[in-house]
C-alpha cells in the first residue's frame, strides 16, 4: 500500500495533479487520485508487486 502527496508552494493552490508508477511485472490499483486540500494532491495504490509511486501537483497563484 503506498500513499504519495504532493503539496503546492506557500502561497499557491493546487489547480490539478497525477502520478506516476514504477512497477516490476504485475498490476497495481489505484485507490484515490484526487486533492487532499487546496494545496495538495494525493494518490493512495495498492498491489502485490514491488512499486513505487510518486504524486505531482499542478499549482498557481488563486486571485478571487
Known amino acids: 500500500n ?4 504532493a503539496v503546492c508552494p ?3 493552490k493546487v489547480l490539478g ?3 506516476t508508477v ?4 504485475g498490476t497495481v490499483q ?3 487520485n484526487e486533492p487532499v486540500s487546496d494545496t495538495s494532491w494525493q494518490v ?3 498491489g502485490n ?3 513505487s509511486a ?5 499549482c498557481a497563484s488563486v486571485h478571487p
Open 22 to 25: 514504477n512497477v516490476d511485472g
Open 54 to 58: 510518486q504524486a505531482f501537483a499542478v
Open 49 to 51: 508487486v514491488s512499486f
Open 10 to 12: 506557500v502561497g499557491k
Open 2 to 5: 503506498v500513499v504519495a502527496i
Open 30 to 32: 489505484t485507490l484515490s
Open 17 to 19: 495533479g497525477g502520478y
Open 44 to 46: 493512495r495504490i495498492i
